[in-house]
């Protein structure tokens, strides 16, 4: 089955940097589409950065991590990463690994909190 499992989230104050990462298992990691999305609290869940199939050449990021916030993937390891560079208090939420086989799956997330 379709398994997704962020990791990297932690504290930092603002200007700091992290790197989540999320490990796919269950099905052709190379194939596919992979995203990047964040929930803060009360808030919706909203896209941060997709990046396409195979070499991940179309790369797609919200307006407000774009040159900030770097999306990227290995598929020899079926991983996909986010680099977060610049972070600011309102980057704080729980960031979540996606990919839609038909239906959209979805990791556990990873919980990134910047403090000012």
């Known amino acids: 089955q379709v398994r997704l499992v962020e990791s990297g989230g932690g504290s930092v104050q603002a200007g700091g940097s992290l790197r989540l990462s999320c490990t796919a298992s269950?099905?052709?990691?190379?194939?596919?589409?992979m995203n990047w999305y964040r929930q803060a609290p009360g808030k919706e869940r909203e896209l941060v950065a997709s990046?396409?199939?195979?070499?991940?050449?179309?790369?797609r990021y919200a307006d407000s991590v774009k040159d900030r916030f770097t999306v990227s993937r290995d598929n020899a390891k079926n991983t996909l990463y986010l680099q977060m560079d610049s972070l600011e208090p309102e980057d704080t939420a729980m960031y979540y690994c996606?990919?839609?086989?038909?239906?959209?799956?979805w990791g556990q997330g990873t919980q990134v909190t910047v403090s000012s």
């Open positions: 269950g099905f052709s990691f190379a194939w596919y589409n």
């Open positions: 990046i396409s199939n195979y070499e991940g050449t179309d790369i």
């Open positions: 996606n990919v839609v086989i038909l239906d959209p799956y």
